[in-house]
């Protein structure tokens, strides 16, 4: 028994404790705009007051009309002046929800807004670790899909409350002439559908977290089906019915759960509906009799009558707000949860190292990814002066594009330490660092942009210098096929919006390459195989055309062709995240070794 008691007095905490939720939403909603806020406070106390006053006013007419009847010389003018009176007060209440509306709506696009800035800013500070994990890409989609309208909809429902705890104060204190117990049949009739209907929008939130995978899979099948980087091989392989298959499993999989609920719900609120509606005409009766026997008049019938439906409206329409905000709530902590993921503080401020000379150097780094059991690298010592050249060369998944995530402080060593001009990257300032380099990754960023946008994203500080465009098209070999275009640097990209071209795999390239040159200070060029979709003469002009253009900076090729890995100073083979051969070119043929065995591999084909 005490064991019962303490899961209830914590399940009563626990939801008790998603309210403080509450706060946090009506202070954001305040900051987004005080005006609309403050007018909404306004308009919620002028709509809850009123209707209390059309019932009282009612009575009058009510009671005028009857008293008119009666009498010798009727008060018509009177009666009329309360109608009058009536139609303003009702106007009034139009008016209020109108503007309620109004400002509710405004309200609408501003938060709506205001949150998802926050949750794309909170992106910006994360780790490339945090988009790498499953459990972070379910919180990102729970934030994402509610959380924007969940804030509003609390503080709606906040003054909705307001609202008709203003009204049933009112129409109470006007009941409680008739009878103390009114009011208490009026509040007792509607809490069992209140009960149920917070259990179940429990419920409904647990639903929601546990099938959150799911609907990112099927979130993901339609980017599969409908987006041009995906239609081509689902059309030439033939996906296309498996997957639309896959996406119909996944929503008849919801769809079960979603049923079952819906069906709980509406039966048990339909059944316990039948309460209230026993409740008002019970009381309609007591009030009938109670009339006919002479203790009330006839408007204080009406009265009472249109105070009791109204009353038990606004009982219903608080437990509703009451059992809505606890699931706004609910959902609430999904965009907080997701806003407060701990990111680790990065404490570096230095812009330069003692020792320039040394230029770059790894240290015995060993690196696991989160959650992995395998080092992706192990002991990796390395070193590249400046005007100095590295190759890396090894098989797909040996650690190569993983050595560049932690020269680029994408991720931190597990072990070791990574050195540039003698200083510990841990202490370098990180934005300081990303600009000393330069990079094209494999999987680089075909943009939706503009070509000049597109360039001019390799360095935010002049992205929008058309002189710098140039200049780094130039280098990147990518000046020629853009002033081709009717639009130069203007032309729009990509197919997603009106007027957009689409490029080759190898213009692409060069457009990535290009990017990679806009850092024109960066010292630390890093092209991860930089010309895999381009043709042997292409690639053959690029390298030569950039070995002249590096200068003295520290130049890092990943690549499996071999005929620019060996033009490169010192050439490193990885093997399963570990070193296993590092000298030139010639040094590594006479060890007829894995690179010796590769390039001879590699120059048969050419045969």
């Not at 039948?274 to 409740?279: E, G, N």
Request: glycine content about 8%; aromatic content about 10%.
């Amino acid at each position: 028994m005490p064991e019962e008691t303490d899961n209830s007095v914590g399940l009563l905490r626990r939801s008790l404790g998603v309210f403080g939720y509450s706060n946090r939403a009506l202070q954001l909603v305040w900051t987004t705009s005080r005006p609309l806020t403050v007018t909404l406070a306004l308009l919620t106390l002028v709509a809850g007051v009123l209707p209390a006053a059309i019932a009282y006013i009612g009575q009058l007419i009510v009671d005028g009309v009857v008293a008119a009847t009666q009498a010798a010389d009727p008060d018509t003018k009177g009666v009329l002046w309360l109608v009058f009176l009536e139609a303003l007060v009702v106007t009034a209440v139009a008016a209020a929800q109108r503007g309620l509306s109004a400002s509710q709506s405004l309200l609408r696009a501003l938060l709506g807004q205001r949150v998802n800035v926050m949750i794309l800013e909170k992106a910006l500070t994360l780790e490339l670790t945090h988009f790498e994990d499953s459990e972070f890409y379910d919180k990102l989609t729970q934030a994402r899909r509610e959380a924007s309208s969940r804030p509003l909809s609390l503080v709606t429902r906040t003054f909705g409350l307001v609202q008709n705890m203003i009204s049933l104060t009112s129409y109470a204190v006007l009941l409680v002439t008739f009878s103390p117990w009114a009011v208490v049949i009026l509040v007792g009739a509607g809490l069992p559908s209140f009960f149920a209907e917070a259990k179940f929008s429990g419920d409904a939130f647990r639903l929601f977290r546990w099938r959150s995978p799911d609907t990112r899979m099927q979130m993901y099948l339609e980017t599969v089906i409908a987006r041009e980087d995906g239609v081509k091989e689902v059309k030439l392989f033939q996906l296309g019915p498996r997957l639309l298959q896959r996406y119909r499993d996944i929503f008849r999989k919801l769809f079960v759960e979603d049923r079952r609920l819906t069906i709980r719900r509406d039966t048990w609120g339909f059944v316990l509906g039948l309460l209230s509606t026993a409740a008002l005409y019970g009381a309609y009766a007591w009030i009938v009799v109670t009339t006919i026997a002479g203790a009330i008049t006839l408007g204080a019938m009406t009265m009472y009558l249109l105070l009791f439906r109204q009353g038990q409206s606004a009982v219903a329409a608080i437990l509703t707000a009451i059992s809505g905000m606890y699931e706004d709530n609910l959902y609430l902590s999904n965009l907080y949860d997701y806003l407060e993921q701990p990111v680790p503080t990065r404490r570096g401020e230095a812009v330069h190292g003692p020792h320039p000379e040394r230029g770059l150097e790894f240290r015995n780094v060993s690196f696991v990814y989160p959650g992995a059991n395998d080092k992706a690298l192990n002991n990796i010592s390395l070193q590249v002066r400046p005007g100095k050249s590295l190759a890396l060369v090894g098989e797909n998944g040996s650690g190569k594009t993983t050595l560049i995530k932690l020269l680029t402080r994408l991720y931190d060593p597990t072990e070791g330490q990574i050195l540039l001009d003698g200083l510990d990257l841990q202490e370098w300032d990180v934005e300081a660092l990303r600009q000393r380099v330069g990079v094209i990754f494999q999987d680089f960023g075909r943009y939706q942009f503009s070509v000049g946008e597109n360039i001019g994203a390799g360095d935010v500080r002049y992205i929008d210098d058309v002189r710098r465009w140039q200049e780094a098209a130039t280098t990147g070999m990518a000046a020629p096929f853009i002033e081709e275009m009717h639009d130069g640097y203007k032309t729009q990209l990509g197919r997603w919006f009106k007027g957009g071209r689409e490029l080759s795999g190898g213009q692409w390239q060069k457009i990535a390459l290009s990017r990679a040159f806009m850092r024109s200070d960066a010292d630390i060029l890093v092209l991860d195989e930089p010309t895999a979709a381009m043709d042997a003469s292409s690639e053959a002009a690029i390298f030569e055309h950039f070995r002249k253009a590096s200068g003295d900076k520290m130049i890092i090729l990943i690549s499996h062709r071999f005929s620019t890995v060996r033009a490169a100073a010192q050439i490193i083979v990885i093997h399963q995240g570990e070193i296993i051969e590092h000298g030139d070119h010639d040094s590594l043929i006479a060890e007829d070794g894995q690179y010796a065995h590769l390039f001879n591999l590699q120059a048969r084909g050419y045969k």
